[in-house]
């Protein structure tokens, strides 16, 4: 009997987790569509976007907000960039992080189309 009231309580909470974590990346991708980001990857936590007019940044966490998780790159104010170990830096010292190295290149082609 305890182990099926624990089995109840452990399901429970990982249905709540999950719908919790569903809410979080409606709020996200909402966001993304708001600032007409028509491309964008999932990688190392959080959303890499290229929209219309810069690059955006959106951490995923347990509670979104998205003042305090996200940053945003315009177009005009990138000068270099470059990749370093599944990594692109921005200007010297912004980096967005990526999980594959396919990944990586697919952004930064992507990235240099829009800056040209």
Not at 80 to 103: A, P, R, T, Y
């Amino acid at each position: 009997m305890i182990f099926i009231a624990l089995f109840v309580i452990i399901a429970i909470v990982v249905i709540g987790l999950n719908l919790h974590d569903t809410s979080n990346l409606e709020k996200i991708q909402e966001h993304l569509k708001t600032n007409n980001c028509k491309e964008y990857v999932y990688s190392k936590g959080s959303y890499k976007a290229l929209c219309e007019d810069r690059v955006l940044e959106v951490h995923n966490s347990f509670f979104v907000d998205l003042q305090k998780n996200s940053k945003d790159f315009d177009y005009k104010s990138i000068n270099s960039l470059e990749i370093k170990k599944k990594n692109i830096i921005i200007n010297g010292n912004d980096k967005l992080e990526f999980k594959l190295e396919d990944e990586v290149n697919d952004f930064y082609e992507k990235l240099q189309k829009k800056l040209k």
